[in-house]
């Protein structure tokens, strides 16, 4: 088992930055894939970034160059630094983990969710 909290989502302005963090604990050797999905109002939710065990990175295309996905494993946690932000942004985030138990192409873990608003 898996726990993720995740946090620091705001309301920004148009060009403006965050900083999300999910930290996670329990049986963390597990983690195949971490990840950070996004689900805007009235939209499917969306697989934003995903880091994986050994590092590798992958981002959707609306997110790349602005979005870096990255992981202090000293400190059991993992980040999206948003940056650019645009309306479209707008979304509850979840950071999410997948173990071996989990189905192929999916997570087995999630936090409970943080609010990204941008608006001016």
């Known amino acids: 088992q898996v726990q993720l909290v995740d946090s620091g989502g705001d309301s920004v302005q148009p060009g403006g930055s965050l900083r999300l963090s999910c930290t996670y604990s329990?049986?963390?050797?597990?983690?195949?894939?971490m990840g950070w999905l996004r689900q805007g109002p009235g939209e499917q939710r969306e697989t934003v970034a995903t880091?994986?065990?050994?590092?590798?990175?992958n981002y959707v295309d609306s997110v790349k160059g602005r979005f870096p996905i990255s992981r202090d494993k000293t400190k059991n946690t993992m980040y999206l630094q948003m940056n650019t932000l645009t309306p479209e942004a707008t979304a509850v985030y979840y950071c999410a983990a997948a173990t071996p138990g989990a189905r192929k192409g999916h997570y087995d873990s999630w936090g409970q969710g943080t609010q990204v608003t941008v608006s001016s």
């Open positions: 329990g049986d963390i050797l597990s983690i195949q894939v």
């Open positions: 880091i994986t065990s050994g590092d590798f990175t």
